[in-house]
């Protein structure tokens, strides 16, 4: 069964249909990639999966092993689930350390700067930034970090949260993780990908770069106007001559 599906979900904005009537499923433990056209409602996908704008219509099921939520359209489901985004949001006035701490604690950034951390948060921190190949820039301010650095800080926050018991987190989305990074970074990034799909993680990939979307996804989803053009596996859906031309008509 998978972990998060929708029915005929509908997202508009003054007219324009975003999404439209979507039905798509991601299951555990698998890498789905999301591609398509920009304009076509990838993100907007995210945003209302994640419960950070209402849909419209349709409907949102959510599995965990315990139970099976039925969520309406206009209740965003938020638990079980985290993400990164299209542009970066960080704690931009805080170190980069610190950045972690407050996901890793859980508490408010006020709370979380002013008390002491136990040693279980502080080599939690020190093990996702070094994961990520940050912990020499911990001390820096997040709004000094490079565009590079900040999108892997954004996925040590993932790895923070994952840690952090805030709910058990199996769903991630990453909106275009891979935008303006070097070679070395996206290294890290698919590396941290496998391990949460290995994990059992729906791991939830929207990426314009089609060799990575090739490599890391075990099934595809293709949004065109905010319909779905096509789905299946990378090597079939990639061949497909609509796929391409929806591709070469941006
Ligand atoms: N907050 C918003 N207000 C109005 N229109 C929006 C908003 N967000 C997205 N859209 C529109 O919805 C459509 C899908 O956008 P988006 O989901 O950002 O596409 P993608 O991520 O695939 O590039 C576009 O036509 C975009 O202009
Ligand atoms: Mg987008």
Same mark, same amino acid.
């Given at each position: 069964m998978p972990l998060l599906s929708t029915k005929n979900l509908v997202k508009r904005f003054e007219g324009v249909h975003a999404v439209n009537k979507l039905s798509i499923a991601f299951e555990a433990g698998k890498i789905t990639g999301i591609i398509g056209p920009n304009g076509s409602g990838k993100s907007t996908l995210i945003n209302t999966l994640t419960g950070m704008i209402p849909a419209d219509a349709g409907e949102i099921v959510i599995a965990d092993s315990e139970h099976l939520r039925r969520v309406r359209a206009h209740?965003?489901?938020? +638990?079980?689930?985290? $993400?990164?985004?299209?542009?970066? @949001?960080l704690f931009e006035q805080m170190p980069v350390l610190d950045n972690i701490l407050v996901v890793l604690t859980e508490r408010s950034v006020w709370k979380s700067l002013f008390e002491k951390h136990g040693a279980f948060h502080s080599e939690k921190a020190e093990e996702v930034l070094k994961k990520v190949g940050l912990w020499d820039k911990r001390n820096e301010l997040a709004k000094n970090l490079s565009y590079g650095q900040r999108k892997l800080l954004e996925i040590a926050r993932i790895l923070a949260m994952i840690h952090s018991g805030a709910g058990d987190i199996d769903?991630? +989305?990453?909106? %275009?993780? +891979?935008?303006?990074? +070097?070679?070395?970074?996206?290294?890290?990034?698919?590396?941290?990908? @496998?391990?949460? $799909?290995?994990? /059992? @993680? !729906?791991?939830?990939?929207? %990426? #314009?770069?089609?060799? =990575?979307? $090739?490599?890391?996804?075990? #099934?595809?989803?293709? =949004?065109?106007?905010?319909?779905? =053009? !096509? %789905? /299946? @596996?990378? !090597?079939?859906?990639?061949? $497909?001559r609509d796929v391409v031309e929806a591709y070469l008509g941006e």
């Open positions: 209740e965003g489901p938020a +638990f079980g689930m985290t $993400r990164t985004f299209q542009d970066v @949001k769903i991630i +989305f990453l909106d %275009e993780p +891979f935008a303006g990074l +070097f070679p070395e970074m996206i290294k890290i990034v698919t590396t941290v990908m @496998k391990e949460l $799909r290995d994990q /059992g @993680k !729906a791991v939830i990939l929207v %990426e #314009h770069n089609i060799d =990575l979307i $090739r490599e890391m996804s075990d #099934h595809i989803y293709v =949004l065109d106007s905010g319909e779905l =053009l !096509a %789905e /299946g @596996k990378p !090597a079939e859906v990639l061949s $497909r």
